[in-house]
């Protein structure tokens, strides 16, 4: 009868153990930082596996991986779809195959999800527009350097931007180059368009990496007129740019929220049956050199506090 109920007892959902898949569409030290965060989430769950794939910014790859998560039954995949037409095909067969499917900062053209989480990027590009705007008084060249041409935060930061920029008529968007969210990217068409003008006010990357690297090629063309650079991530790390911000390199930032501990739990609730709601914005805010050095020092003691959980629990690496 005992063993009955030890058997009956391990079967029950509190046991159950949970395989999740996540599926990144790149690796990076946004998406680093998100990997940890999701990690040190899954300590404290102590049925839950968590397996990582970067596709490195190929759409194949990434179709082959989310595949591979579905046929060994992951119970749940997270994805951060490469571009938004590209590798909805994967994710409707892992959705039509009743794995729930959380989309993570990126968005896919299909309504085959369990559920969003993210931030509004459009609203990032409306308020960096604005920030613009109103840096310049009004008036000046501006040139904006996009992430990779179809991925959602690249077509909704540019729409929010152009939006913006519609209420400052003496204001011109001079082009819209598509870089590809590295900073070797920045760094090449910001190098390109010095070499055919240089009537720039402002440089808007679209991430802080291609804002860097617009502002390093410039520097390397020896040219020193005040441009105003601006990017999106506002990471805390000492290359991100929350310091970028606080040392004047750049003139503002976005903290792009990566939130794993959130995802987690998403992905908790999902599994364990719990409500949830399909599509979850996470809010957050304009980093400027006002507030930077107060936002770093809020950093500090939240790094603290990971590390040490890092150091008890050991770090997970867990790529393929
Ligand atoms: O998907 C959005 C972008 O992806 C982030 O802003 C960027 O830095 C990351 O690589």
Same mark, same amino acid.
């Given at each position: 009868?005992?063993? +009955? +109920?030890?058997?009956?007892?391990?079967?029950?959902?509190?046991?159950?153990?949970?395989?999740?898949?996540?599926?990144?569409c790149s690796?990076d030290?946004?998406?680093?930082?998100?990997?940890?965060?999701?990690?040190?989430?899954?300590?404290? %769950?102590?049925?839950?596996?968590?397996?990582?794939?970067?596709a490195d910014d190929n759409d194949?790859?990434q179709?082959?991986?989310?595949? =591979?998560?579905?046929?060994?039954?992951?119970?749940?995949?997270?994805?951060s779809p490469n571009q938004m037409h590209t590798i909805?095909?994967?994710?409707?067969?892992? *959705?039509?195959?009743?794995?729930?499917?959380?989309?993570?900062d990126r968005?896919?053209?299909?309504?085959? !999800? #369990?559920?969003?989480?993210?931030?509004?990027n459009?609203?990032?590009?409306?308020?960096? $527009?604005? *920030?613009?705007?109103?840096? +310049?008084? $009004?008036?000046?060249?501006?040139?904006?350097i996009t992430g990779l041409e179809s991925s959602s935060p690249a077509v909704e930061r540019h729409?929010?931007?152009?939006?913006?920029? %519609?209420?400052?008529?003496?204001?011109?968007?001079?082009?819209?180059l598509h870089g590809d969210w590295t900073?070797e990217s920045g760094?090449?068409l910001?190098?390109?368009?010095?070499?055919?003008?240089?009537?720039?006010?402002?440089?808007?990357g679209q991430n802080?990496r291609m @804002?860097?690297? @617009?502002?390093?090629?410039?520097?390397?063309?020896?040219?020193?007129?005040?441009?105003? !650079?601006?990017?999106?991530?506002?990471?805390?790390?000492?290359?991100? $740019?929350? =310091?970028? /911000? @606080?040392?004047?390199?750049?003139?503002?930032? *976005?903290? !792009?929220? #990566?939130?794993?501990?959130?995802?987690?739990?998403?992905?908790?609730?999902?599994?364990?049956?719990?409500?949830?709601?399909?599509?979850?914005?996470?809010?957050?805010?304009?980093? #400027?050199?006002?507030?930077? =050095? @107060?936002?770093?020092?809020? /950093?500090?003691?939240? %790094?603290?506090?990971?590390?040490?959980?890092?150091?008890? =629990? $050991?770090?997970?690496?867990? !790529?393929?």
């Amino acid at each position: 009868y005992i063993l +009955l +109920l030890i058997s009956l007892s391990a079967c029950t959902p509190k046991n159950k153990h949970y395989v999740i898949g996540v599926s990144q569409c790149s690796e990076d030290i946004w998406r680093d930082k998100l990997n940890d965060e999701l990690s040190i989430s899954s300590f404290s %769950n102590e049925n839950v596996d968590i397996r990582f794939a970067s596709a490195d910014d190929n759409d194949q790859r990434q179709i082959e991986q989310i595949n =591979h998560f579905i046929d060994e039954g992951v119970d749940l995949l997270i994805a951060s779809p490469n571009q938004m037409h590209t590798i909805s095909s994967a994710i409707d067969r892992a *959705y039509a195959k009743g794995i729930p499917v959380i989309l993570f900062d990126r968005k896919t053209d299909s309504r085959n !999800y #369990t559920a969003f989480i993210g931030a509004d990027n459009y609203v990032i590009g409306k308020v960096m $527009g604005e *920030y613009v705007g109103v840096s +310049l008084k $009004g008036k000046g060249n501006v040139l904006e350097i996009t992430g990779l041409e179809s991925s959602s935060p690249a077509v909704e930061r540019h729409r929010g931007f152009c939006d913006a920029l %519609n209420s400052f008529p003496s204001i011109k968007l001079i082009g819209s180059l598509h870089g590809d969210w590295t900073k070797e990217s920045g760094s090449y068409l910001m190098d390109s368009l010095l070499k055919k003008r240089k009537d720039i006010d402002c440089v808007f990357g679209q991430n802080d990496r291609m @804002a860097m690297g @617009a502002r390093m090629a410039a520097r390397k063309l020896g040219f020193d007129k005040n441009i105003i !650079y601006i990017g999106v991530d506002g990471l805390p790390t000492s290359d991100g $740019g929350l =310091h970028n /911000v @606080a040392s004047h390199e750049l003139s503002a930032s *976005y903290i !792009y929220p #990566t939130r794993g501990d959130l995802v987690m739990q998403l992905a908790m609730n999902i599994l364990k049956k719990k409500p949830f709601k399909k599509d979850n914005y996470l809010k957050s805010t304009i980093v #400027t050199p006002e507030n930077a =050095h @107060a936002m770093l020092m809020q /950093v500090d003691e939240i %790094n603290h506090q990971r590390a040490r959980l890092i150091e008890l =629990h $050991g770090k997970v690496d867990q !790529y393929f």
